[in-house]
């Protein structure tokens, strides 16, 4: 397609039922032509299940899929023009490398030379050139990952697809891996769509995430939207480690605008100014609304952010202090929940004592407590 | 296989291992002793058979008996030994082995990778083959036969060895094939290959241990069936088990005991040769779904 902003996936109304049970609820995602797509949500929330309708795996109860302007809906997989990286990787054991690499192509009867020059290209890029006459069983599980990937990357693909694949993977394995497969997205500008639980590797890969819980599409949108701007409680939760902040809030009108006051442990409640708070908090005057704010927004008040324009500042209780070398993490009480403050690794800070905590509430978010969808 | 690990739960004590051996010994010899008779016997003149001693190592060495077993021998109303027998055995049995084996696997393929609306309830029905006593089924399946015009020939054996052993075959392979990963069949899929591609260039090629577990119980099962091979052989087409009874038990003349123990060896021995040489992988290949690594 030549242009960007045309959709090169999209999927509209998806419904996918198995019986009665309705595992996928009127998905609708649009991502362009060279896009990372990231799909991430608690295990059953249809992702990967979403991963296998786009890649013909599994039919669809209604709506649609088009990859670059074409409906494939109901094309056999190998027409959908997609290559696809398998949590388990799914190497064909009884086959060696190359000839992994080169099955879909024998299949479709590409000439010999043909498909040792496409191996040997693979092979170079991934560096698994010496690899190429083993078996997937004498490989190590780094080298079975970039032999998945060498055989998507062979098929030369409109679109590809990634299930969870750097969740077999041991902790450093993965982020190396993680960085690589950016830095091949970056030099390829294929499109991805790429399944995770991992929120991390959502934020550092994708460009458009969409979160799902229970079949239901949460919230679709870029990293930063998402992480900022989440659109319910659950988002708000899911993204973000250590996860933000949600406690319970009273708002207080207090003339020109809007105050926020939080319990605290054995002292009166803080309260905390809020001048640019969203529009539709005022109507919440005298309820309750959950409060979210994130770790890295609450801290000691040198550390605090300094284009932050609305600091709020209070005295905590600090029961818990875990420094975590880069960091320190503080733990206190405020609406009836334990939080979660992100300090400055050298700050002097002892558990016990009572600490002044500054609050950036430009970061603030509010929810409904009933709908627990953001108060805009 | 593993090897022994010091929380084996034998304990080494002597004396307990002496014990065990014992035991075992005992058993194997009391196993063995049957074939040690025949062997012995069948080698032997027939006069040194009368004179008693079953035991006895041969005073005259001798194949004759083999030979007569073999060739010469009376069987039914003709001398032609038990080789006609032994072909028509091999006829029979190569075809129906590889037959049931092929559409066993194909059934545990379909029933694990494809499954449909209600192939459970399939898979069920085929188990309850298993279960039928052969008995019941011997009427209906001559009526069968007589429809079909195969009544009396070998393919008619056949198709009754292929249809009774489906059931067996296909649980084999269904349960192997319930852990072979579903990841495999999809990236297949995306690769291009076709149903059949799928079946014989990935699953087939792991497929070895089960294979061999298949062919063997076949194998055994059907060279060693008396009860279709008497009911539904005709005169040409008699299999090996059903020579030799009419081999041992024919009423008239001398009981030409040394003929009938080379004879009963002869029959049974394609299938001692099929377990020897594949034998380790037939317990290999029944734990492989058990103890998947």
């Known amino acids: 397609m030549s242009s960007t902003q045309t959709s090169f996936l999209k999927i509209s109304h998806l419904r996918k039922s198995y019986g009665s049970l309705e595992i996928l609820k009127d998905i609708n995602i649009e991502i362009e032509e060279g896009g990372f797509l990231v799909l991430v949500g608690p295990s059953g929330c249809g992702k990967s299940t979403l991963l296998n309708t786009i890649?013909?795996?599994?039919?669809?109860?209604?709506?649609?899929?088009?990859?670059?302007?074409?409906?494939?809906?109901?094309?056999?997989?190998?027409?959908?023009?997609?290559?696809?990286?398998?949590?388990?990787?799914?190497?064909?054991?009884?086959?060696?490398?190359?000839?992994?690499?080169a099955f879909g192509m024998e299949i479709r009867g590409v000439p010999k030379e043909e498909r040792e020059k496409a191996i040997k290209q693979v092979a170079d890029m991934l560096q698994i050139g010496h690899l190429l006459d083993r078996k997937p069983g004498q490989l190590s599980g780094g080298q079975r990952q970039r032999v998945a990937m060498g055989r998507a990357l062979v098929r030369d693909p409109k679109l590809f697809l990634f299930d969870e694949p750097l969740?077999?993977?041991?902790?450093?394995?993965?982020?190396?891996?993680?960085?690589?497969?950016?830095?091949?997205?970056?030099?390829?500008?294929?499109?991805?769509?790429?399944?995770?639980?991992?929120?991390?590797?959502?934020?550092?890969?994708?460009?458009?995430?969409?979160?799902?819980?229970?079949?239901?599409?949460?919230?679709?949108?870029?990293?930063?939207?998402?992480?900022?701007?989440?659109?319910?409680?659950?988002?708000?939760?899911?993204?973000?480690?250590?996860?933000?902040?949600?406690?319970k809030a009273k708002i207080e009108g207090n003339g020109s605008g809007v105050a926020v006051s939080l319990a605290r442990h054995q002292a009166d409640p803080l309260v905390l100014s809020v001048p640019n708070a969203p529009g539709g908090l005022s109507a919440y005057s005298g309820k309750e609304v959950i409060f979210g704010i994130r770790p890295e927004a609450l801290t000691d008040p040198d550390?605090?952010?300094?284009?932050?324009?609305?600091?709020?500042?209070?005295?905590?209780?600090?029961?818990?202090?875990?420094?975590?070398?880069?960091?320190?993490?503080?733990?206190?009480?405020?609406?009836?929940?334990?939080?979660?403050?992100?300090?400055?690794?050298?700050?002097?800070?002892?558990?016990?004592?009572?600490?002044?905590?500054?609050?950036?509430?430009?970061?603030a978010v509010f929810f409904d407590p009933a709908s627990q969808l953001r108060i805009a | 296989m593993s090897a022994p690990s010091p929380d084996n739960v034998i304990s080494h004590n002597r004396l307990t291992r002496a014990l065990i051996y014992t035991a075992l010994i005992l058993f194997a010899v009391y196993y063995l002793l049957p074939l040690y008779v025949m062997l012995v016997n069948s080698l032997k003149p027939l006069e040194e058979i009368r004179q008693g001693g079953m035991l006895n190592l041969p005073q005259v060495w001798t194949i004759e008996p083999w030979l007569q077993a073999w060739s010469t021998a009376q069987i039914g109303v003709q001398p032609t030994g038990l080789r006609p027998f032994f072909i028509n055995s091999i006829l029979m049995v190569v075809p129906a082995v590889v037959i049931s084996t092929i559409i066993g696997a194909l059934n545990g393929y379909v029933l694990t990778k494809w499954q449909f609306r209600g192939s459970n309830v399939f898979f069920g029905l085929l188990l309850?083959?298993?279960?039928?006593?052969?008995?019941?089924?011997?009427?209906?399946?001559?009526?069968?036969?007589?429809?079909?015009?195969?009544?009396?020939?070998?393919?008619?054996?056949?198709?009754?060895?292929?249809?009774?052993?489906?059931?067996?075959?296909?649980?084999?392979?269904?349960?192997?094939?319930?852990?072979?990963?579903?990841?495999?069949?999809?990236?297949?899929?995306?690769?291009?290959?076709?149903f059949f591609q799928i079946f014989y260039r990935i699953l087939l090629p792991s497929s070895g241990p089960i294979i061999v577990v298949s062919v063997i119980w076949q194998f055994t099962n059907i060279w060693n069936d008396f009860l279709f091979g008497a009911s539904f052989s005709g005169a040409n087409t008699t299999p090996m088990t059903v020579a030799l009874n009419n081999l041992v038990s024919s009423s008239t003349g001398v009981k030409e005991y040394n003929v009938h123990f080379a004879g009963a060896i002869l029959a049974a021995l394609p299938t001692l040769i099929v377990y020897i040489v594949s034998g380790r992988y037939f317990v290999r290949g029944l734990m492989s779904g058990a103890v998947k690594g």
Not at chain 1, 337 to 342: C, G, L, M, S
Not at chain 2, 172 to 179: I, P
Request: charged share 20%; glycine share 8%; hydrophobic share 45%.
């Open chain 2, 128 to 194: 309850l083959s298993c279960f039928i006593p052969f008995q019941i089924v011997l009427i209906p399946m001559a009526r069968i036969l007589g429809m079909l015009g195969l009544a009396g020939s070998l393919w008619g054996l056949i198709l009754v060895h292929v249809v009774y052993g489906i059931g067996f075959t296909t649980l084999y392979f269904r349960n192997y094939y319930e852990n072979f990963p579903t990841e495999l069949v999809r990236a297949a899929q995306i690769d291009g290959a076709s």
């Open chain 1, 303 to 363: 550390g605090a952010d300094r284009n932050a324009r609305t600091l709020g500042e209070g005295d905590c209780l600090i029961e818990v202090v875990e420094p975590a070398g880069a960091d320190t993490f503080a733990v206190t009480h405020l609406g009836g929940k334990e939080i979660v403050a992100r300090l400055r690794a050298d700050v002097r800070i002892t558990a016990g004592q009572t600490a002044r905590l500054a609050f950036n509430l430009d970061k």
């Open chain 1, 167 to 247: 969740s077999n993977l041991d902790a450093k394995l993965r982020v190396d891996m993680r960085t690589e497969i950016k830095r091949l997205h970056q030099r390829m500008k294929t499109t991805i769509v790429y399944v995770t639980h991992d929120q991390i590797e959502a934020m550092t890969l994708a460009t458009k995430i969409a979160v799902l819980k229970d079949g239901v599409l949460q919230q679709f949108g870029s990293p930063a939207e998402i992480y900022n701007n989440p659109a319910n409680m659950f988002v708000a939760d899911f993204m973000g480690s250590p996860a933000m902040n949600l406690l």
């Open chain 1, 55 to 101: 890649a013909g795996l599994e039919p669809i109860t209604s709506g649609d899929i088009a990859i670059d302007g074409r409906s494939v809906a109901g094309l056999h997989p190998s027409k959908r023009d997609i290559a696809m990286v398998f949590q388990s990787y799914a190497l064909y054991p009884n086959m060696t490398v190359g000839g992994n690499i």
